[in-house]
């Protein structure tokens, strides 16, 4: 799962009229001194109906308790904006394109693609459609109220956040859409991916046969799916053809008719070029979480237990805020994403919960049919067409306004005009109420309620891991495009022979309950096995392949006397599944080879070594480039056998140091020929040269031992990209495929991982759960809740989760909210 809210500010230099930040945003001194401290504060807050309380832990955890329901979201609200108000701010300017007002020309990109994305259409349909009396339409309403008088009392108080002040603007007033859009935002992080895109290179380049042989439907190594059968054929549920509000079916062009064909695939080239020029963050590059469940069996206390760890990019501040609430009709603790009311991940008095990001497309890419001769037209279903024209006005802090017009086809917006036309359905432009699903969760008594309530979830496609005091499982909810006859995870002919058939029924996506075992893992790994009845996912189409659903499988069947304890440390747990495969067969290899300096040396450590990726581990870093190598010997020959082309992003290249969702898919296949197929016919070079698993092996080996060590790092950058406030590099373990996940553009410089720890035991009456988040809870550099959660989640320790009547001992500073 990526929520990256990185946007960079410029820091050394001045850019598009904006001063030069650096020297005032080291944190200690320049502007940070004028912040007021958090203290004790009566405030009185327009729009509170009765009195109100919100405290805060030494740690900076909050907890707000009120008299109403309605009262609880804007008591969030105003938390929210009283500590991450420029973080809210720049979120739904970047989710609705109005970053280059404030930002300036720099932004004018990220502005034009989100605005063809067009997060803000369906955010405001989805508020014109909410229904009066619905309570999402409520709480969305009174967040608001919180959020706006938290920004009058800062404008008030001259206290807006610094960044404000920086730029030289205050913040509009906060609206329902505007929480929409952030939620949508999320969906886009997590959801949106380009990989159809990516791996079209390939599939254009490679026969049918060596595609289907490198990058399989299943992936490669053994898989646990959480769902293993029997299944369901339902008949499709409805979906659009066209996910975006604004794509409609327009009636035929007079005098149209005929067509031409659609342009080869390597036309994609500039769309690559558009995306990898995007800020982080806006496509989904980071597909790994983890969660499970253990039944009472297996515990200690009879009792089950839950385990979450999100996988997102590091941000400072961080991308979550965590937050008891309290009220008549509410009690949970969790995560929140500042700008939405409703936790994301957390529990409730009667059931626990984490998410794991879905092993199945959403994003389908359409080329369309168009012509020179015939501007702003397009193919489809046997007749030419006019192209839907969305005009938007971007404004551009220092210079004037700019046109930008956004073009949708019946499948939705064209995201590429030069070469090959290409539009986009995604899931995250479909109407959605996930608010309602979530708050209708949280209300739930039992897990069929909770599960219940989540059907009607749009997007983003998740799984949701859950543990109550009885009982556990797991459920896949969110809509699931079927279309017949072709593969969704590579790009699709737009001419209407490849139109969206329906998705797949919520009764027959993947889920389990109790299991007969005892034991729930989700940990992106695919969740059904390759009988399933529908189409699903590819090795491919979401190139997580099963590595940590296989270590905590095999941590987890069979044993028993588990305890919170024991949940924790797995969540820390770096065994790499890859080594475990392949170092005893390199040891092997190895054997009768003769070896010097640092050959021998290596061979004896890797030898001698747990095949556990630790901080510090010379084999674990070696390994990484043995790894890296070892695909590279592989399929270097045959990559230039079929003239695989150069990609804008750098992934495709097999000798760029660049981690890449292709690799990650041949290290698996790679590694089952090692095992299993050690003669297979990749192994030898395409003028015949014969080569078995063995002599790869040797040779990966010798190319990895000639390249110069390295230090594997973790680093938490800043919100505004400034050096000066991040926190690292510091030396680290883990890797993408290890339980505790640590991943980034290099093997080496890992800037995403487990954005919140949390562990829930059910054996208490109403469940005693720890989390902890690196980073912290506020957005100023010299508050100390900045960065006070990183050295407590390196050291692998949690804060206690103190919720009710265990909250106010711990409880250092007290809001007392007061009504007008």
């Known amino acids: ?113 989100q605005l063809d994305l067009g997060l803000a259409r369906s955010a405001e349909r989805d508020w014109r459609e909410l229904p009066r009396d619905a309570p999402a339409r409520q709480v969305l309403l009174a967040y608001s109220d919180g959020v706006n008088a938290a920004i009058d009392e800062l404008i008030a108080r001259d206290l807006l956040p610094e960044n404000f002040v920086l730029l030289g603007y205050a913040p509009r007033r ?124 297996h515990t200690s206390t009879g009792r089950p237990m839950l385990a979450a760890d999100p996988h997102l990019g590091f941000s400072l501040p961080a991308i979550w805020y965590q937050v008891e609430g309290t009220s008549p009709g509410y009690h949970f603790t969790g995560v ?40 702003d037209q397009y193919h489809w279903q046997g007749e030419w067409r006019p192209m839907t024209l969305v005009r938007n006005r971007i404004g551009v802090r220092g210079e004037e306004p700019r046109e930008h017009v956004t073009r949708l086809t019946a499948h939705g917006p064209v995201l590429q005009t030069q070469g090959v036309a290409t539009s986009l359905w995604w899931s995250g432009a479909l109407p959605s109420d996930n608010l309602s699903a979530l708050l209708n969760g949280l209300r739930a008594k039992d897990t069929t309620a909770f599960r219940a309530s989540l059907s009607s979830w749009s997007a983003p496609a998740l799984n949701f891991v859950y543990a109550s005091p009885e009982d556990i499982g797991a459920f896949t909810v969110g809509v699931t495009p079927q279309v017949e006859g072709h ?38 790994q695919r969740e059904v096995t390759g009988d399933y009845p529908y189409r699903y996912s590819t090795s491919y189409g979401f190139p997580d392949q099963g590595w940590r659903a296989a270590t905590l499988t095999a941590a987890l069947s069979g044993a028993t006397g588990r305890t919170a304890d024991d949940m924790a440390a797995l969540q820390l747990d770096e065994r790499d599944e890859l080594a475990v495969m392949l170092v005893p067969q390199l040891l092997k290899a190895l054997q009768g080879k003769e070896l010097a300096g640092a050959g021998s040396d290596l061979r004896a450590a890797l030898a001698g070594w747990d095949l556990r990726a630790s901080t510090g581990s010379a084999q674990a870093e070696f390994f990484e480039r043995f790894a890296t190598a070892l695909v590279r ?55 015949g040269t014969r080569r078995d698993a063995t002599a790869v092996l040797r040779e990966a080996f010798d190319e990895a031992v000639g390249q110069p060590a390295g230090q594997h790092t973790v680093r938490f950058p800043s919100l505004l990209g400034v050096p000066a406030l991040d926190e690292g590099p510091f030396p680290a373990g883990g890797n993408s495929r290890t339980v505790n996940a640590l991943s980034g553009e290099t093997a080496e410089a890992g800037t995403a991982g487990p954005s919140w720890r949390f562990v829930v035991d059910w054996s208490a009456p109403q469940g005693a759960a720890r989390a902890i988040c690196p980073c912290g809870q506020s957005e100023n550099p010299s508050s100390p809740w900045w960065a006070n959660g990183v050295e407590p989640w390196r050291r692998g320790e949690y804060w206690q989760v103190a919720e009710g009547p265990a909250a106010e001992p711990v409880s250092t500073v007290k809001w007392r909210l007061k009504p007008r």
Do not use: C
């Not at 969030?76 to 394109?97: C, E, K, N, S, V």
């Open 1 to 113: 799962m990526a929520l990256l809210l990185v946007v960079l500010v410029p820091s050394a230099f001045p850019v598009g009229g904006l001063p030069a930040l650096g020297p005032v945003l080291n944190p200690g001194d320049g502007v940070w001194g004028r912040s007021a401290p958090v203290s004790d504060e009566a405030p009185v807050v327009p729009g509170l109906a009765v009195p109100a309380v919100i405290s805060f832990e030494a740690n900076g955890l909050a907890h707000v308790s009120a008299g109403s329901d309605d009262d609880l979201f804007l008591g969030i609200g105003y938390t929210h904006a009283r500590q991450r108000l420029f973080q809210m701010d720049l979120l739904r300017r970047r989710a609705a394109g109005q970053l280059a007002e404030v930002l300036g020309a720099s932004a004018v990109e990220s502005d034009m693609f």
């Open 174 to 297: 906060w609206t329902p859409v505007d929480s929409l859009v952030v939620q949508r935002m999320f969906a886009q992080s997590i959801g949106f991916t380009d990989l159809p895109v990516t791996f079209s290179f390939l599939a254009k380049s490679l026969p049918a046969d060596v595609f289907g042989a490198w990058f399989p439907e299943v992936p490669a190594i053994a898989q646990h799916p959480y769902d293993k059968g029997p299944y369901r054929k339902l008949p499709l549920t409805p979906a659009p053809v066209g996910a975006d509000p604004a794509a409609h079916g327009a009636d035929p062009v007079p005098g149209g008719g005929g067509g031409g064909g659609v342009p080869a695939v390597g036309g994609l080239a500039p769309l690559r070029e558009r995306l990898a020029d995007l800020p982080p963050g806006t496509v989904n590059r980071i597909g790994n979480s983890n969660a499970w469940a253990v039944s009472g069996a």
């Open 336 to 375: 929140t994403v500042p700008g939405f009311p409703a936790p994301v991940l957390g529990k409730t008095d009667r059931f626990a919960w984490g998410v794991t990001n879905a092993q199945r497309p959403t994003s389908l890419f359409y080329l369309e049919a168009t012509d020179p001769a015939r501007p």
């Open 487 to 524: 593969d969704v995870a590579l790009p699709l002919p737009g001419d209407g022979s490849a139109d969206v058939a329906g998705a797949i029924p919520v009764a027959a996506l993947p889920a389990v309950h109790d299991p007969a075992d005892g034991v729930v893992v989700s940990a992106n």
């Open 633 to 687: 010997r592989t399929f270097q020959p045959w990559w230039d056998q079929y003239h695989v082309p150069q990609d804008p992003d750098g992934w495709l290249p097999l000798s760029s140091g660049k981690s890449s969702p292709v690799k990650d898919v041949l290290r698996a296949t790679v590694a089952r020929w090692v095992v299993s197929d050690p003669g297979n016919r990749f192994f030898s070079l395409p003028d």
